[in-house]
């Protein structure tokens, strides 16, 4: 049993041994806890969207005589819903490669503009379709080792969520900049920002500020997380500011130093 205690105390062998096996012992039932509540998410998450397609499905099965614009309707909303199943579904492939790839990265000299920029061409038509505009404010070139692979898609997953959370016509500033031996990003919108009791939760895995709206916009509930655990596995951090209706900071440090690498 994963939760059993033994109750031995005093300073003696045995007293020292009985509280390092209650500490596996607690540090034991933690994982099997979070191992739990992982595969229970992860049903949760992919049953919404099954349950939302089997419902479209039967509705149309149910009814005799359908016009054709109303197929295409249901068609369109369960296509919809598949897409969702997908991108669920390379997240959790992407966070089990990370799991995997601890101690894999593959660190290049690499531009963090680049990056950047790279991003920010691809979410063009996105923000454009919003009218948000998106400013990028750098002195510098900032070249660091990283993961160039894995680090972009750390910067994408906030970027997009930065459009994908603030309403049409806001604005998007990511300043680069060096500070001390780190690289910062800061990626600032004008977007619905985070409540403040959601704040310590944000990158936890699945986590959502609003399941329904957050639905409206697409995503997992897994972003932030693969963010964080990218950011983390290079041995920096990232961290958010945000105040409700006004917007949302999420601040990105990487270490400059080549030997904090290796
Ligand atoms: P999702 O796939 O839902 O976007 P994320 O892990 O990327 O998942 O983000 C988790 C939640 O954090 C989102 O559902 C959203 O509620 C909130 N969030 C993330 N970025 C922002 C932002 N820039 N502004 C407001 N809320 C945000």
Redesign the pocket.
Known sequence: KLNERVEMEGNDEIGQLSRAYNFMSTKLSHIEKQRRDFVANVSHELKTPLSSIKLLAESLIMQSKVEVGIYREFLIDINSEIDRLNEIIDSLLNMVDLDEEKLNLNYELTHINHIVERIVTSIKPLADNKDIRILINQWEKIQIYVDKGKIYQALM?IIH??V??TDNGGRITIHIEREGKFAVIKVR?T????PMESLPF?FERF????SAR?RKTG???????ISHQIITLHQGSIEVESQLNIG?TFIIKLPNDINQQF
Request: net charge neutral; charged share 15%; hydrophobic share 25%.
């Open positions: 997953n969520n930065a994908k959370y919108d977007g619905h920002g985070i944000i986590y959502r500020v609003d957050s995503g997992s509930g897994l972003g932030l997380s949302s």
